[in-house]
DNA sequence: CTGAAAGCGCTAACAT
DNA sequence: ATGTTAGCGCTTTCAG
């Protein structure tokens, strides 16, 4: 294999040369600059990028912890955290930590031992077991939630929560059910936070009895839409807080014969690419995934080249989508 | 930073003994691999992993090219990747090229310049613009098709496909009509093959009438339909390619009032998670995209770490889920 | 089992 | 603008 030693040796120049021809063309007379792109070119020279880490002490490289790849919304983010990195020549390592927080030490380890220089956290922040942030690690919080004492970027999810809930009203539904994420979930704190204040501001008593807590999966949906289904006053509408249980909810209503949105409304959160091919379609809450991963990463970057970082948390427009599954109760 | 000189002194042995004590702790004796600890504990050390990967030239990183990390499929192929590497102590960097070759030569300039050891390749080969597989390049090709020149892992496309048409036609169905990927592609080629051997095998002619080009999204899945729709003698059953091809055709039946699986069956291939969910559920193919990660995963560190590979194809297991979409026609 | 010492390939002063 | 040179922090012979 080449070394820089050899480029310099063929070109006739030194490796200091060499080295500022590569980093700084501008710098080199352009003759040499020539005779370096030849003698690179004659011996198919690739410069040892390890020993450039190494040397320089910079390793260009982000580490993303997700909590599960395969979830397309964290794909999604990860994709647009993916296109600002390679533009500015930074490589993305992969923390799939699959729920594990011994994992997710092991990703925070790799920027202790300089393997890269910072963190975008898919994991919203909850006090008791967050692992950042830390004074001594750069990090950013994407699709976080309120009161994420980082850098942070995400949708106001009490606000979308709160419009979706107010669309019910509107369209004249009293009695509202949910279907929640894990209680301790900041997710599904923030969206029942949503939830109240519209109940509040249209005077309606919250009612413990039909706000059921899933846990973000199908299973969860159908079971909720069972109980819901059992009960001898049933909501004529139900929010559920994200659209894999919604879809879940209508299947289940529909094996009791009961129709979306005739007999009752379903709403979703986050916008699936199925969520617009099920039949009914449904009336859910779009979160620019993309851009929030490509706004973590240019604040991140920003950060580990030293450029002040004025605002800490960013919130982005999210989109409220009417669809099919959602109309006046009867 | 405390390095590992530090570490030396404060334990009072040499620098050697002490990357000994971190690399192969049973070649030191246990009195002086307690000082080691302790000196360790005392500094707060972290080895410069940068150093580290330079100095023994191996960099334990593996690089996944990937066409679109937004793709759930690819997404659970680079979650089983992940589980592997991380088991064997190796990092994987994303290689999101977004169908761009520029950007797939980029992420192979990873591993001609050290950042990596070797490449899992998640896009199907195709000779006219293959990339790989190289010889100074270790790679291997995931999800893959018929005839790929290098380590591959892949189902067998061509068998699935075609027991997805013998089951159409025990069902008695005699028309059955196709919604292809884009001709070119690899997987509908291999697909197209099974399709046609099935029905060479009932003594059935092949119609190109019938057999409509789409390109695996939706859109082309809903257009196709309308073009059934229009015909004068329409198929009792339409084969897709792919789930979101399938949910969009039956959408687009659904429009003209045409029933699945009543009026015509339709089948999927992938499936997707929501194809269980949808009205009718998906009879389709599964693909185990996650034991595929993990298969190409073990076979590339096993190249890497030079231990001979003696199988280079791997065809796994598909499995074949009849649901609702499909039936015997009326 | 331990220590001494060389050096991986490159960058970054510093001189010229 | 170019050359010289001193390491970066670690691993890895090689002696002892």
Redo the contacts between chains.
């Keep these: 294999m080449a070394t820089i030693r050899d480029v310099a040796k063929a070109a006739g120049l030194s490796t200091g040369t060499v080295s500022k021809a590569l980093s700084k063309p501008e710098s080199v007379s352009p003759k040499n600059l020539v005779k370096v792109q030849e003698a690179i070119a004659r011996l198919n020279y690739?410069?040892?990028?390890?020993?450039q880490?190494?040397r320089s002490?910079r390793?260009n490289t982000l580490v993303?912890l997700v909590p599960?790849?395969?979830?397309?919304f964290f794909?999604?983010v990860?994709?647009g955290i993916?296109?600002v990195a390679?533009d500015a020549g930074f490589?993305?390592?992969?923390g799939?930590t699959?729920d594990s927080q011994a994992?997710e030490k092991?990703f925070i380890?790799?920027v202790?031992?300089?393997?890269a220089d910072g963190v975008i956290n898919l994991r919203p922040y909850r006090e008791q077991d967050a692992l950042l942030p830390r004074d001594d690690i750069f990090s950013v919080a994407a699709s976080s939630c309120e009161n994420t004492p980082s850098y942070s970027v995400r949708i106001d999810n009490v606000g979308a929560s709160k419009k979706m809930v107010e669309h019910l009203l509107n369209l004249g539904h009293k009695r509202i059910g949910v279907i929640t994420g894990l209680k301790q979930n900041p997710h599904t704190i923030d969206r029942l936070k949503g939830y109240r204040h519209a109940l509040a501001g249209a005077g309606i008593d919250y009612d413990p009895s039909i706000v059921i807590e899933g846990d973000f999966n199908?299973w969860s949906g159908l079971s909720a839409a069972e109980r819901f289904n059992a009960m001898p006053s049933r909501p004529t509408a139900v929010c559920c807080f994200n659209d894999?249980m919604a879809?879940?909810a209508i299947?289940g209503f529909?094996e009791k014969g009961i129709r979306v949105p005739d007999d009752i409304s379903v709403t979703g959160f986050d916008n699936?690419?199925?969520s617009k091919?099920?039949?009914p379609s449904l009336t859910t809450i779009a979160q620019p995934a993309e851009k929030i991963g490509e706004r973590a990463a240019e604040i991140l970057i920003g950060l580990i080249r030293g450029e002040p970082q004025p605002v800490t948390e960013h919130v982005l427009p999210y989109e409220f989508i009417i669809r099919e599954s959602t109309t006046s109760p009867q």
Tied chains: 1, 2.
């Design positions: 690739k410069p040892n990028m390890l020993a880490k190494f002490k390793s993303v599960d790849i395969a979830n397309l794909a999604k990860i994709s993916e296109s390679q490589s993305v390592l992969l799939d699959k994992r092991e380890k790799m202790e031992t300089r393997l199908y894999e879809i879940a299947r529909a699936m690419d199925v091919y099920t039949v």
